[in-house]
């Protein structure tokens, strides 16, 4: 896989493997889960549940708006996934449009929270390095798709923030 910035500051992806493009097609499905652990992990009490009141405002006033926020992040996503091009030349081919990364760091975040919350993931599951053959396929293949969709997260950053 190779990334770099274009001219216009969108971001080109080149020479996507067919397994990590199966794991970057998945990322608005993963995003989008709302399951009871999923919301748990990204909309968070913010006062832990000792005030409920405040708890309660901030789930009428400020949660439907972080749900609009990440709804339209994954919108431009799957519109962006929709128009990946593959060529004899660069391969597998992703354009994420200059004004479309932020869309992707949001979407690219939730999807790791997502997991992370769903597969009970905590930073020491991270750093334990290559799982063993005891472990559970489905977890290890959530770990893998953290791990790339950090890596992804953290060159989108980079480019933003050299600007």
């Avoid at 500051?9 to 080149?14: E, F, K, P, Q």
């Avoid at 708890?55 to 519109?79: N, T």
């Avoid at 962006?80 to 660069?90: F, G, P, R």
């Avoid at 994420?96 to 905590?122: E, F, K």
């Amino acid at each position: 896989m190779n990334m770099r910035e274009d001219d216009d500051g969108g971001i080109m992806v080149a020479e996507i493997d067919p397994f990590f493009a199966m794991m970057i097609r998945e990322l608005p499905g993963i995003a989008c889960s709302d399951d009871e652990k999923s919301r748990a992990r990204i909309y968070p009490s913010p006062t832990g549940g000792s005030d409920e009141d405040a708890d309660s405002d901030w789930k009428s006033s400020v949660e439907p708006e972080l749900r609009e926020l990440f709804s339209s992040a994954i919108d431009l996503v799957v519109e962006n996934l929709a128009v990946m091009k593959e060529s004899e030349e660069t391969g597998l081919t992703l354009r994420i449009p200059s004004g479309h990364v932020d869309a992707w760091m949001h979407t690219l975040n939730r999807a790791r929270l997502s997991l992370a919350a769903q597969w009970d993931i905590d930073e020491d599951d991270m750093e334990l390095g290559p799982p063993s053959r005891d472990s559970d396929p489905d977890r290890t293949m959530a770990l893998l798709k953290i791990e790339i969709y950090g890596m992804l997260l953290e060159f989108l950053v980079r480019t933003r923030w050299k600007r």
